[in-house]
């Protein structure tokens, strides 16, 4: 509505729940031509941790890239606790039929924060920080299929690991690398031939030291380069460029948590295809790309 409005859009995370709502939202902004950052600032801030290590990784630094631990579950929208009976007075002021827009309507009970309990399998609201960095980092080919697997643990939904696999080869797992402490504040482990290199926001190591101790050379390869996240999209509203996580980048990475939280429902394996935006030959699970918006709201 904003887009349509004619504004310029900053959004923090979820920017979408359902991969639908995705899609919408990138074409809203390229058919109005609008600005949009989405708010994943660890491309831009934390002392260039992030974007460091992204180069490092690209260059070559630790060999072939193969595997990247995510600290973090994906997560959906899957509202199985969702209605309830209890209720309690809305705080004066408070528009919860607003609130709520299109979610299916619930009594007020007190609870109104990023992700409401019973709404949600996994994490929808933290695990955007590390899933972008690791796409970022991987480079992936965005039109290739991803293959996305559940592994059980010990029998508890919240142990359950969720693997991808990129046409590229690199495998991602949404556990912590063993024994590495630096990775679990949004960030992650990036496994290689030659060696690894873990990253946070309070922290970066790499295995040998020697890889963070050669600097970049001026011939390597760099990324998009920003150092105050809501500075460039200022900037990008002025200048009208792309902002360093513009609407398609952001919602490759809300559909890598989507989609693994949809594997994480289902508890079994499923290929995306992203150029489709659809589960290969899994009607089951298409169904859950979307839900039926409540009315008046609608896409």
């Given at each position: 509505?904003?887009?349509?409005a004619?504004?310029d859009?900053?959004?923090?995370?979820p920017?979408?729940?359902?991969?639908?709502?995705g899609r919408n939202?990138?074409?809203?902004?390229r058919?109005?031509?609008?600005?949009?950052?989405?708010?994943m600032?660890q491309?831009?801030?934390y002392?260039?941790?992030f974007?460091?290590?992204?180069?490092?990784?690209?260059n070559?630094?630790?060999?072939?890239?193969?595997?990247?631990?995510?600290?973090?579950?994906?997560?959906?929208?899957?509202p199985?606790?969702?209605?309830s009976?209890?209720?309690k007075?809305?705080?004066?002021?408070?528009?919860?039929?607003l609130?709520?827009g299109?979610l299916?309507?619930r009594?007020?009970?007190?609870?109104?924060?990023h992700?409401l309990?019973?709404c949600f399998?996994?994490?929808?609201?933290?695990?955007p920080?590390?899933?972008?960095?690791?796409?970022?980092?991987?480079?992936?080919?965005?039109?290739?299929?991803?293959?996305?697997s559940?592994?059980?643990k010990?029998?508890?939904?919240?142990?359950?690991?969720?693997?991808y696999r990129y046409a590229?080869?690199?495998?991602?797992?949404s556990?912590?690398?063993?024994?590495?402490?630096?990775g679990?504040?949004g960030?992650?482990?990036?496994?290689g031939?030659?060696?690894?290199?873990?990253?946070?926001?309070?922290?970066?190591v790499?295995y040998?030291?020697?890889i963070?101790s050669a600097p970049?050379r001026?011939?390597?390869?760099r990324?998009y380069?920003a150092?105050?996240h809501?500075?460039?999209?200022?900037?990008?509203?002025?200048?009208?460029?792309?902002?360093i996580?513009?609407?398609?980048?952001a919602?490759?990475?809300m559909?890598?948590?989507?989609i693994?939280?949809?594997?994480?429902?289902?508890k079994?394996t499923?290929?995306?295809?992203p150029?489709?935006a659809?589960?290969?030959?899994?009607?089951?699970?298409?169904?859950?790309?979307?839900?039926?918006?409540?009315?008046p709201?609608?896409?």
């Amino acid at each position: 509505m904003a887009l349509r409005a004619g504004k310029d859009v900053y959004c923090e995370k979820p920017m979408a729940i359902t991969v639908r709502e995705g899609r919408n939202l990138a074409d809203v902004c390229r058919r109005y031509s609008r600005i949009y950052q989405s708010g994943m600032q660890q491309r831009s801030e934390y002392g260039g941790k992030f974007r460091l290590a992204c180069e490092l990784i690209r260059n070559g630094r630790i060999g072939q890239l193969k595997e990247v631990y995510s600290y973090r579950q994906p997560g959906a929208f899957y509202p199985t606790q969702w209605t309830s009976d209890e209720s309690k007075p809305l705080p004066k002021g408070f528009d919860w039929d607003l609130w709520l827009g299109p979610l299916p309507w619930r009594a007020y009970h007190g609870e109104a924060g990023h992700a409401l309990p019973g709404c949600f399998v996994g994490d929808v609201n933290w695990s955007p920080h590390h899933y972008d960095i690791i796409q970022w980092t991987i480079n992936p080919d965005p039109t290739a299929p991803i293959q996305v697997s559940y592994e059980a643990k010990d029998g508890k939904p919240e142990n359950a690991v969720i693997h991808y696999r990129y046409a590229n080869g690199v495998e991602v797992h949404s556990n912590g690398y063993p024994g590495e402490p630096v990775g679990d504040v949004g960030g992650a482990c990036f496994v290689g031939t030659q060696g690894r290199i873990a990253v946070d926001r309070n922290s970066i190591v790499s295995y040998p030291a020697t890889i963070l101790s050669a600097p970049l050379r001026p011939s390597d390869s760099r990324v998009y380069h920003a150092d105050s996240h809501s500075g460039n999209f200022l900037d990008c509203v002025r200048s009208r460029r792309l902002t360093i996580c513009n609407p398609e980048t952001a919602v490759y990475t809300m559909n890598a948590i989507l989609i693994g939280g949809i594997s994480l429902i289902l508890k079994r394996t499923l290929t995306w295809d992203p150029a489709k935006a659809e589960f290969v030959g899994d009607a089951q699970a298409n169904r859950l790309l979307s839900y039926t918006p409540r009315p008046p709201w609608r896409l």
